[in-house]
């Protein structure tokens, strides 16, 4: 199972500390860490994932098994809505048009949704796991465009062993559907 990058983790401990979310729906769970993270940071009363695949930790109340594309049809209508969402490096393994539907679909469950991805599309591919390849790139001014971005930040990766320069930026935006 892939994992996040490890430098992103302060940038989204910092928003789960202030918006201090009550309930949490984590897409893409992976491992379980962010569930695990927004109890301790935001002491969140409930965490619910939702992945393709069981999330390594048990840390959720409840584990919803399908693709996030079928949102509506995976989760149940209640809870109706959650103070959080976390979509942590899961846009970019969807087409374009496919992300833009599933923020259409958080922002109807969530009051917030937090997005971490990379700046622009990073190319990659991994044997056997295709809801592992990345399939688009965004750029943080898209998301202010259809929704109303509360918060975004884009900040360095790993360095250049060699040039020392930044590479790998990633972009977090914290979204919340137009007043």
Same mark, same amino acid.
């Given at each position: ?74 989760? #149940?209508? +209640?809870?109706? @809505?959650?103070?959080? !969402?976390? =979509?942590?490096? /899961? ?48 750029? #943080?001014? +898209?998301?202010? @465009?259809?929704?109303? !971005?509360? =918060?975004?930040? /884009? ?25």
């Amino acid at each position: 199972m892939p994992t996040s990058e490890h430098w992103q983790i302060p940038h989204i401990v910092d928003v789960l500390q202030r918006e201090r979310p009550r309930t949490v729906l984590d897409v893409g769970a992976g491992w379980g860490k962010y569930g695990l993270l927004a109890r301790e940071y935001a002491d969140a009363e409930r965490v619910d994932a939702l992945d393709v695949i069981r999330p390594r930790y048990p840390v959720y109340d409840q584990v919803h098994i399908g693709d996030a594309l079928d949102l509506d049809r995976v989760l #149940p209508a +209640e809870p109706a @809505r959650y103070d959080l !969402a976390l =979509l942590i490096d /899961v846009i970019e393994h969807l087409e374009k048009a496919d992300g833009w539907r599933l923020l259409e679909a958080l922002t109807r469950r969530a009051r917030r949704v937090l997005v971490a991805t990379p700046w622009g599309f990073r190319r990659q591919e991994i044997a056997g796991l295709p809801y592992e390849t990345h399939r688009s790139g965004w750029y #943080p001014w +898209e998301f202010g @465009r259809r929704y109303r !971005a509360h =918060l975004t930040r /884009v900040f360095p990766g790993h360095y250049s062993r060699r040039l020392g320069l930044p590479r790998l930026w990633q972009i977090l935006v914290l979204l919340g559907a137009r007043d």
